[in-house]
């Protein structure tokens, strides 16, 4: 393979924050831009996750430091490497730590990161379907582990994914369905009642009949849990129906970082009530679950549904991250750089 020539600059999507006002745009951005890390990427595709047109607002909750590029995955080709652990012409991803939030992230043509954010393409998975899954494939895959290990198993009934029409929640639906469980997707968009079938739930159900005020701390014990992905009252809500033994995966808030509850699920049915925390999971467990993401026959091969997963280029990105932020867009965002 031939040395790699940097360019003098390349194309990002660059934001910025100047007294208050925003400005963002694709343009051409410096190669000094990169951070002084050790594995340099160029990347072949990248998605656009709600964290990410949160940053693209000027969220300073999301990125700090502006002029910044969002974009917390990225799937490419290592170009440059200071790491023995990876090598020109590796194919690589990336989901999570510090890409897209403090670090400038993938909506670029190129990346530069810690070797120990990366992981090796598996083999068999497509730069664009590992974007496809992204970050919402392996928030999901995490959630179900989590699941598994607080013993929530078929046999215990139903279980709930809510905001099932994201990007993590699409995935969440396909992976439950495709072990075994029968799902319940709830969900505020009825058009998208079609491809949740699609990708294995049994039935929808409308996000407002787990929101709605109640002020018994324990409902009917209709199901073993699931995955939440709204927070706030849906997740209360759900609390309250979770059956003896189940459990709750929570890894989105949505509909409101505030959790009004009482202890009764917890002590009188033994519910669990467990956050997920992708952004910081270890290198063993990614590599484990991206192994079972590409094992997965069910999810791989709804990945070619338009519905569930739209390509976009760059250029797009204004229209999609509007989109993102008015809660209408359904399934996943992958961008082709």
């Known amino acids: ?39 340099t990427v160029r990347v072949s595709y990248s998605s656009v996750n709600y964290k990410d047109a949160l940053s693209a607002t000027g969220n300073r909750g999301v990125s700090r430091n502006y002029p910044h590029t969002p974009g917390i995955d990225a799937a490419g080709t290592v170009v440059e490497s200071r790491d023995a652990r990876f090598a020109p012409g590796d194919e690589v991803l990336c989901t999570g730590y510090d ?47 989590r699941l598994g290990v607080a013993g929530v198993a078929p046999r215990l009934g139903p279980v709930v994914v809510t905001g099932a029409s994201g990007g993590v929640g699409t995935m969440a639906v396909a992976l439950l369905a495709g072990a075994g469980f029968e799902v319940v997707a709830s969900t505020g968009k009825a058009e998208a009642a079609a491809l949740l079938a699609r990708l294995g739930a049994a ?19 209709k199901y073993a849990g699931g ?9 209360a809500g759900l609390l309250k129906y979770t059956t003896i033994g189940g459990a709750v995966a929570s890894c989105g808030m949505v509909g409101g970082a505030e959790l009004t509850t009482s202890v009764f699920p917890f002590i009188l049915r ?18 484990t679950l991206w192994g079972r993401l590409v094992a997965d026959a069910h999810l791989r091969g709804l990945l070619a549904d338009e519905e569930l997963v739209r390509t976009v280029a760059l250029d797009e990105l204004e229209l999609w991250i509007a989109k993102l932020l008015a809660g209408e867009v359904v399934g996943r965002v992958v961008v082709k750089l």
Not at 16 to 30: E, I, K, L
């Open 1 to 39: 393979m031939s040395e790699f020539v940097a360019p003098a600059s390349f194309r990002a999507l660059r934001v910025a924050v100047t007294d208050g006002a925003v400005q963002r745009g694709v343009t051409r951005v410096p190669w000094e831009t990169l951070p002084d890390h050790d594995v």
């Open 99 to 145: 890409l897209g939030m403090g670090t400038p992230g993938g909506l670029a043509e190129y990346v530069r990161t810690p070797a120990e954010w990366l992981v090796k393409l598996p083999s068999g998975l497509s730069a664009r379907d590992a974007m496809a899954l992204g970050t919402a494939g392996f928030t999901a895959a995490l959630a179900v582990e």
């Open 203 to 221: 039935s929808t159900l409308r996000r407002e009949e787990l929101a709605a005020p109640d002020k018994r701390p324990l409902l009917a014990a």
């Open 227 to 235: 995955v939440d992905t709204v927070g706030g009252d849906t997740l």
């Open 270 to 287: 033994g519910v669990s009530l467990m956050g997920i925390d992708s952004q910081h999971a270890s290198s063993e467990m990614r590599d």
